[in-house]
């Protein structure tokens, strides 16, 4: 399990930041990671924000929603660059779904760390064709800590990072996931594509 390098005391007049990303397919708790992550740093009195993209309507509009139903509340925006204004009086910045985020979201990251906020990054590592996602892979190049986490394959109870997706659309952002998708290996997910050519 994660551990954080520092909590408490980032009110110093030489706070430090850094960035830290949380990778993984669908169901692999990703979101409840972040969310363990960001209610620590709210019990050490950081202050803390959280933003995910206004395209992630799929529970509620304000709340970064698990699926097990654990939810923080969170600020829906447009543009990564909305998290430098928004989040330059923080301690810590939480960003959730970030595989949606336009490309800018990378830079953003740095500029925030670099002026000394903690900056905890959620998101889709591949995308349902097994490719990588949006900025991802380059969130996890500029990070200080990267954490894959796990789902396990609904097919054979392998360990999964894969999102296999059941239904026919060809759109690459299908939200209302619980019914489109489940999690598989690396294995089941060759074997389902291998149908759908
Ligand atoms: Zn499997």
Redesign the pocket.
Known sequence: MFIEPRVGNRQQAHKRGWIEVICGSMFSGKTEELIRRLNRAKIARQRVEIFKPAIDTRYHEEDVVSHNATSIRSTPIQFANDMLLLGSGCDVVGVDEAQFFDEAITEVCVQLANSGVRVIVAGLDMDYLGKPFGAMPALMGVAEYVTKVHAI?V????I?SYSFRNAASQEKVLLGETDSYEA??R??FQEGMKGKL
Do not use: D, F, P, W
Request: proline share 0%; net charge neutral; hydrophobic share 10%.
């Open positions: 394959c097919q054979c109870g392998e999964a598989r290996c294995h089941c």
